[in-house]
């Protein structure tokens, strides 16, 4: 069985990974750690549903890394973006939303191509249910298109050895 190490492609590699987004950096970067010539760098400040809404000046820096892995927590999906965001003035501002609309899909995609955060890989944290793998296979229908050089996977990062799916 395939390590979640060897799906992103990483054994083998050195160089600096960051890790940005939120839902599960921690356990990411700990389901990572040890691979020989790869150092990690956490690149978020602080945990909520998304973390994708960052306000000016407050997106992470990337510089000097080699991979970058966008981590999104599939929780948020179907809750008031007031609730499912850290800005949520930002969020609707950049996708035309109101704070209690739904965080959908398409709204995180419509985020992700205003923002077009510079990721290799993008994981989507949380997928425990057919729910919340509806809601990663729709967004990763969105991205395919627009983003086909970034991967993308479903996982739950909550089990040992975590659960990943290439989508």
Known sequence: ???LAEALGLH???????????GGRKA????LSGIPGLSFRDEAAEDSYFAAAHAPGELPQIEGADRVLLLIN????GKPIQDAVRHPERFCQATG???SDPLTPEALGDLL???DIPADTLLINGVTDDKTRGSALAL???LHESFPMVRLFACDLTQDPARFELI
């Open 140 to 142: 990763a229908d969105l």
């Open 12 to 22: 083998g590699q050195t160089g600096i990974v960051a890790v940005t987004g939120t």
């Open 28 to 31: 990411l970067i700990c389901a």
């Open 97 to 99: 939303l109101a704070p």
């Open 74 to 77: 599939a929780a948020g999906f």
């Open 1 to 3: 069985m395939e390590t």
């Open 113 to 115: 191509f205003a923002e």
